[in-house]
């Protein structure tokens, strides 16, 4: 899906309620767009791949597809990175890619109307504020929405390779 | 079934006859034509134009009508062969190979083109047998096609030898082509009396789509038989006109039939075609299969150390071994194709830039049998063209020159293709002026590389892949841009193969393409380091030894060379390479693996060597990016992911690693040169 096409459906489903996926970095709340999300699943057999930045975990085999694991918790700098049976990968579908990312729980769906949906604070140093679509409000809890499709094809996520696309 | 479901049946055929055309255009020794060959080539037009005719392609019709007349004149002795005639017929061959692609995309063709050879062809008719073909060029609408059907009165359409289902559809069809007065028969003989809205011969061509033409037999029926002007049934002037057309037509169909029946008794259709996509489908089913089959094997042993082992579950579990291999390999074989499908274009290829060129060539091809991946047949055959054109151009003297040299007048240029190990070796020879070692030492200077006069030949030779470099003095119609060398190159080394060149100035020039013979699965050595598994591909795995500590040295700090039977080669600890933890460091109690990785060698250290077996490639790009000193990831019996090592990318790895770990001020030392020139 080109980034106009995507931009497009984000724009249409932001008229409406959309639905997020929350999953929890430590204790803090993300969401990502459910549309994104392939599957969820939990997190073995990772083969690690060389000289690849920290947050790159490997790759593992998704019925006979080789996926390349992220762990944003390296990636947001979070002190407590624990592999258990609580640890969980959401493998998403972001630019005709495969790509799981792995979590410390999903928690719920949920839907959030317009209103509920503030726009990012300019801000952030280890995640820049480009790449989240805003912040949700729900209640006292804050919900931190990740545009998924900007941050795993950026170029520091180091997931694609920009020679390739020349 | 509606008409429209044969339109890519006959876009294939067509294809193939086209291809058929030329090759025995080509063949065609114009000074004693073989009459088979005429006839041959008479019947590829004939049946293209029955076939455009149904399918109311007019403007293909129409330039296979009038090639088809010339062709008949030639056949029947009334045309006297030339080569210019033979060129021009070629011309036509591709306008109308122009056109049927036209015709595919659903487009109108090149009317001009059309115009242009219709004229010439004309041309050529009047001035060689002093007769004016019935359709003139200025008319884009052929009477022909375009008027409506008229009816050809009373066919008899006998079908011999038909079974029953197919017979069912040929009755639909006949019912669309016409009104279907009476029928009855059985399998061997079933007739249909048509009052037919179309000729004899469109008919045919329609049929033969389903049956062979052996096995159809049409005759002019009842009381429109031969009798030639306006029958007194027959109500309207157009319907005399068609009615005028079936009875000329008729009468010559059974007689080519025989004709037919008698040159190819064994034409019987004894292939399908399917769709690559579906191919690749199964292929990749297959893989998976593979994949479950070696799990469950590694399943079963673990229950058998247990000694909970059942015989006839190990028994089951060999044989289910056995067959998936067959199996997979069954379904690879699908996938191969034979070189010939590449080389049966080099005739043409060649016939024409010697003709730009003004020079004589002998075109030889060596093992057209040879099978390769259907994947890298289509992508070898460009590299292929540019190598051959480069050696019409730059490697065979003019004629006269060579006969200064004391050669023949005849350049010979070799196309040749073999298996070798696991690798499929494909050579492009010829006997020219081979390559100047000098002029290309000094070309490259001009340009700007890199070079010293101590680079070996071979490195030499492989300067004219540096983009932008020729040394052809002026630039020709065929090659000399310097553009596309390097393009090969990357091709080539982008199937996962390499080039070599080997040449002889004043003898020749010899390229070597080498290719694996397929990109799908990789016959692979499974090696521990620490606890990670990795693949080397086989191929390139030459021996394995344990190191003695008196054979590895030291030089300049990090860098260690291991000296086997005379040769030193440098040492590439994967550990340390690719950063794996737990791993054996002691070199001496380590493995030394010798492998070759683009003509050269090195000595991999490894902790264990764990077998050798066949994986399924695949690709690590898909979802993510090129990993240096990795080739591609498979997967495992367990269902984890291997890595696939690529050899000279660890080579690489393992120098900028030392090279960073050093420090820059150290520099580098002069010594790596040297071995690995060794």
């Known amino acids: 899906m080109s980034q106009a096409n995507s931009e497009a459906v984000r724009t249409a489903a932001e008229a409406e309620n959309s639905e997020f996926l929350v999953f929890s970095l430590g204790a803090e709340e993300y969401a990502i767009d459910i549309l994104k999300v392939q599957e969820i699943r939990g997190y073995e057999n990772v083969t690690r791949i060389a000289n690849a930045p920290a947050f790159i975990k490997g790759v593992t085999n998704l019925r006979g597809v080789i996926v390349p694991i992220v762990d944003l918790r390296i990636k947001f700098h979070l002190d407590n990175v624990e592999y258990g049976g609580q640890t969980v990968v959401i493998v998403v579908n972001v630019a005709n890619r495969v790509v799981g990312i792995v979590v410390d729980g999903v928690s719920d769906v949920m839907t959030l109307t317009p209103e509920q949906i503030k726009p990012a604070p300019e801000f952030g140093v280890t995640l820049s504020s480009d790449f989240l679509s805003g912040l949700g409000s729900l209640d006292d809890r804050m919900l931190v929405l990740v545009d998924i499709d900007k941050l795993l094809t950026s170029e520091e996520m180091a997931l694609v390779d920009n020679t390739q696309q020349q | ?678």
């Open chain 2, 1 to 678: 079934m509606d008409i429209a479901d044969f339109f890519d049946t006959f876009f294939e055929e067509a294809e193939e006859l086209l291809a058929d055309m030329e090759q025995h255009l080509l063949e065609l020794d114009v000074d004693d034509p073989d009459s088979e060959q005429l006839n041959a080539i008479f019947r590829a037009a004939h049946s293209i134009k029955g076939g455009a005719g149904t399918f109311g392609f007019s403007v293909l019709q129409k330039t296979t009508h009038i090639l088809e007349n010339l062709l008949d004149s030639a056949r029947k002795g009334e045309l006297m062969l030339r080569a210019d005639l033979v060129d021009t017929f070629l011309e036509a061959k591709d306008i109308m190979h122009q056109q049927l692609d036209a015709y595919r995309n659903e487009e109108e063709p090149d009317q001009d083109a059309f115009e242009r050879i219709c004229h010439t062809l004309q041309q050529i008719a009047l001035e060689e047998i002093g007769e004016t073909l019935e359709t003139p060029p200025a008319a884009p609408e052929p009477a022909p096609a375009s008027a409506p059907p008229a009816s050809s009165g009373l066919l008899s359409v006998a079908l011999l030898n038909v079974s029953d289902k197919d017979r069912e559809l040929l009755v639909e069809e006949l019912a669309q082509l016409g009104e279907i007065q009476q029928q009855g028969g059985d399998e061997k003989r079933f007739e249909v009396l048509l009052e037919a809205s179309v000729g004899a011969d469109d008919i045919e061509a329609v049929m033969c789509f389903i049956i062979e033409p052996e096995q159809i037999a049409i005759t002019v029926a009842g009381q429109s038989a031969p009798v030639a002007p306006a029958p007194a049934d027959m109500p309207t002037p157009a319907a005399v006109q068609g009615a005028a057309e079936a009875v000329e037509k008729t009468p010559t169909a059974p007689e080519k039939k025989e004709k037919a029946a008698a040159k190819k008794p064994a034409a019987e259709s004894s292939s399908i075609r399917v769709s690559v996509d579906k191919v690749d489908q199964i292929i990749n089913l297959v893989g998976e299969l593979i994949i479950t089959q070696s799990m469950l094997d590694q399943t079963v042993s673990e229950l058998s150390d247990q000694s909970v082992g059942n015989g006839s579950l190990q028994n089951g579990m060999s044989l289910l071994q056995r067959n998936a291999r067959d199996l997979q390999e069954a379904v690879m074989s699908i996938r191969m194709i034979p070189m010939e499908f590449v080389f049966s274009r080099f005739p043409r290829v060649v016939r024409d830039t010697a003709g730009k060129l003004g020079k004589e060539i002998e075109l030889i091809t060596e093992g057209k049998s040879t099978e390769l991946d259907k994947s890298l047949v289509e992508r070898i055959t460009d590299p292929l063209t540019h190598l051959v054109r480069n050696s019409l151009d730059h490697g065979i003297e003019m004629p006269e020159v060579r006969e200064a040299l004391g050669k023949p007048r005849q350049g010979k240029l070799t196309l040749a293709a073999r298996h070798q190990g696991g690798n499929i070796l494909i050579e492009v020879k010829d006997d020219g002026a081979g390559m100047d070692r000098e002029r290309l030492l000094a070309k490259a200077r001009e340009n700007g590389l890199n070079v010293s006069d101590t680079m070996t030949d071979e490195e030499v030779y492989q300067l004219i892949f540096a983009p932008g470099f020729s040394t052809a003095a002026e630039v020709t119609d065929v090659s000399g841009r310097g553009v596309g060398m390097d393009v090969v190159k990357r091709n080539i080394q982008g199937m996962g193969g390499r080039v070599e060149i080997q040449s002889k100035k004043g003898e020749g020039t010899n390229t070597r393409i080498v290719l694996p013979l397929t990109l799908a699965i990789l016959d692979g050595m499974s090696i521990k380091v620490g606890c990670e598994t990795f693949i080397l591909p086989l191929s390139t795995v030459l021996e394995s030894l344990q190191p003695a500590k008196g054979d590895m040295y030291a030089m300049a700090g990090d860098d260690v060379v291991l000296k086997v039977r005379d040769e030193y080669l440098p040492v590439i600890a994967i550990h340390e390479a690719l950063d794996v933890e737990n791993a054996i460091v002691d070199p001496t109690k380590s493995i030394a693996v010798i492998v070759q990785g683009e003509g050269r060698r090195y000595a991999l250290l490894v902790d264990e060597l764990i077998g050798q077996q066949q994986v399924v490639v695949k690709n690590l790009e898909d979802n993510y990016r090129k990993v240096p000193g990795v080739s591609a990831a498979t997967i495992l019996g367990d269902g984890s992911v291997a890595l696939i090592l690529d050899i000279t990318g660890l080579h690489r790895l393992s120098r900028t690693k030392k090279e960073a770990g050093k420090s820059a001020h150290t520099p580098h030392p002069a010594y790596d040169k040297e071995i690995e020139l060794s």
